[in-house]
């Protein structure tokens, strides 16, 4: 197994490093950027579930991917106690955290509309498969979700119609890697983020903490499929 980001302060170190010498002597280098996007299919736990059980959403991959190669040609501008390091890394993402992961575009279809964003600021993954066109990898990381929530059912004993649920949680993702070519991929997987548990009511307090049951969002699910493009930038630092 190969592992994508082993230790995230460590990676973090020799990463500044990395590039710090790179700096020094303004080399040119070329790191593919990826520019991903896809169909999501999300369920969410509770009454939103057994009102609708799909949502949908559009998934955003956008990041920089320096690959095992780019690593190897400059390892000697890497610290020695760090090298071996480097070998451990299969590849790196970097990404802006102010790009989201995902978009929440659900109109009502029947009773509840959803519309929101999702950010996954920070993640580490492991490789679990790594092949000449399948690349399979398991990622944990920290989000933050704001939704929309409108329902004529939902909220049908209350005086409102609308909810406004904001919440950090955890992500666990599988995720497939079909790799075409360099430059076309396609990828799929599963999603689950685990929330702080909010009340589901008009009158529902940001900052105050529910109960894990049904009465109560906590829990969301996903599926997904992206096309990526490998875009080739020529960096000079």
């Known amino acids: 197994m190969n592992a994508v980001l082993f230790n995230f302060t460590t990676t973090i170190v020799l990463l500044t490093c990395f590039f710090s010498h790179l700096s020094a002597g303004k080399q040119e280098f070329s790191?593919?950027?990826n520019v991903g996007v896809g169909p999501e299919f999300n369920?969410?736990?509770?009454?939103?579930?057994?009102?609708?059980?799909?949502?949908?959403?559009?998934?955003?991959?956008?990041?920089?991917?320096?690959?095992?190669?780019?690593?190897?040609?400059?390892?000697?501008?890497?610290p020695k106690k760090f090298?071996?390091?480097?070998?451990?890394?299969?590849?790196?993402?970097?990404?802006k955290v102010y790009i989201p992961e995902s978009i929440i575009f659900s109109p009502k279809i029947k009773n509840t509309g959803i519309y929101g964003i999702n950010f996954r600021p920070v993640g580490a993954g492991l490789g679990l498969v790594s092949g000449a066109f399948l690349d399979v990898n398991l990622n944990l990381g920290l989000n933050l979700s704001y939704l929309f929530i409108h329902s004529d059912k939902l909220f049908e004993d209350e005086k409102g119609t609308v909810m406004h649920f904001l919440?950090?949680?955890?992500?666990?993702?599988?995720?497939?890697?079909?790799?075409?070519?360099?430059?076309?991929?396609?990828?799929?997987?599963?999603?689950?983020?685990?929330?702080?548990?909010?009340?589901?009511?008009?009158?529902?307090?940001?900052?105050e903490i529910g109960d894990f049951n049904n009465d109560n969002l906590w829990l969301m699910g996903q599926i997904y499929l992206m096309m990526n493009i490998r875009i080739p930038m020529m960096i000079k630092m």
């Open 31 to 33: 790191i593919p950027l």
């Open 43 to 78: 369920y969410y736990n509770g009454v939103i579930g057994k009102d609708q059980a799909i949502h949908y959403g559009i998934k955003i991959d956008m990041h920089a991917f320096i690959d095992k190669t780019v690593l190897e040609k400059n390892k000697n501008k890497i």
């Open 83 to 95: 090298r071996k390091q480097v070998q451990k890394l299969s590849s790196v993402k970097i990404g």
């Open 167 to 207: 919440r950090p949680g955890l992500n666990a993702k599988l995720n497939f890697q079909f790799k075409f070519s360099r430059i076309f991929q396609l990828s799929s997987g599963f999603e689950g983020i685990g929330y702080v548990p909010q009340e589901m009511s008009v009158d529902s307090k940001i900052f």
